[in-house]
């Protein structure tokens, strides 16, 4: 098993407002300490209309939310790409979240995997704390022992990812 640590810093480097719509540019850093050496590894285009928050990445569009956010809403991350048609369902919960001063009293965690079975485990999803943006991100993908009798159903991990991203710090420059 490969385990790997590091930190990923995003930055806003360009922002354009106009009548109904915000255009910006994510600049992705990635770096091994937390206030250290950054190097830019991408930079995702994203814009956002009075009913739809999209994202641009490695050349693919996404749909990240859809507006008025409510509890149970299902829509298609998809709708603008030519992937497979997909649904992710917002959750809305009162749980606190806090980092250092800052906290906020409601997230959203917007699902668009949690499948499971004795051969695999696939999990996705993404959480916003209001007024803060995201905070948390994960993607399990993994494929379970199938080799011999002995180890189908027992959970043991034959290959696979699982990654997790938590807001550390916020910094306004």
């Not at 992937?83 to 409601?106: R, Y």
């Amino acid at each position: 098993m490969t385990r790997s640590t590091y930190y990923i810093q995003e930055q806003i480097i360009d922002l354009k407002t106009s009548a109904n719509t915000t255009d910006f540019l994510i600049s992705r850093n990635l770096g091994n300490q937390p206030s250290g050496e950054f190097q830019t590894v991408s930079v995702i285009k994203g814009q956002r209309t009075f009913n739809m928050l999209t994202l641009k990445e490695e050349n693919i569009d996404y749909v990240k939310l859809v507006f008025p956010v409510s509890d149970g809403l299902v829509f298609n991350p998809n709708k603008y790409n030519t992937l497979p048609e997909a649904k992710s369902k917002c959750q809305l919960s009162s749980e606190k979240f806090n980092l250092g001063t800052l906290s906020a009293h409601l997230l959203l965690t917007v699902v668009e995997k949690n499948d499971t079975s004795l051969i695999d485990r696939k999990l996705k999803y993404a959480r916003y704390a209001n007024g803060l943006g995201l905070v948390e991100f994960r993607e399990k993908d993994l494929e379970y022992c199938q080799a011999t009798p002995e180890c189908i159903g027992k959970g043991i991990i034959a290959s696979g990812k699982d990654i997790k991203y938590e807001l550390v710090s916020i910094t306004e420059k």
